[in-house]
Nanobody, 129 residues
Framework: QVRVVESGGGLVQAGDSLRLSCAASGRTVSSSQALGWFRQAPGKEREFVAAIWLSAGSTNYADSVKARFTVSRDNAKNTYSLLMNNLKPEDTARYYC?????????????????????WGQGTQVTVSS
């Protein structure tokens, strides 16, 4: 089992920055494949934001956040961060952290919610214009 807890959401103005944190714990975390960030706005489907492969440390981002968002690992705190710069009103959503213990040959599976088997409760990010 893996426990996933997000934190760091809030209300900010357009152009501001915000850092979300994700704490993943459990005996299978070390053997998990990827950690992903997703977001879901009211009335919309959950969409991929970013992912980090846990062994290689490589990352990938949705086009809508590329060059503004950065996902990284904080080894000292054993957490994963999503640094969001130059936030826009369209970034308003509930942000979820998820862990995938599943192995796929095709990386694209990690860019969809169905590719992850453990989820946090989410944290709300609201960006005012």
């Amino acid at each position: 089992q893996v426990r996933v807890v997000e934190s760091g959401g809030g209300l900010v103005q357009a152009g501001d920055s915000l850092r979300l944190s994700c704490a993943a714990s459990g005996r299978t975390v070390s053997s998990s494949q990827a950690l992903g960030w997703f977001r879901q706005a009211p009335g919309k489907e959950r969409e991929f934001v970013a992912a980090i492969w846990l062994s290689a440390g490589s990352t990938n981002y949705a086009d809508s956040v590329k060059a503004r968002f950065t996902v990284s690992r904080d080894n000292a705190k054993n957490t994963y961060s999503l640094l969001m710069n130059n936030l826009k009103p369209e970034d308003t959503a509930r942000y979820y952290c998820a862990v995938s213990t599943l192995t796929y040959k095709i990386p694209n599976y990690y860019y969809a919610a169905r590719g992850y088997d453990y989820w946090g409760q989410g944290t709300q990010v609201t960006v005012s214009s």
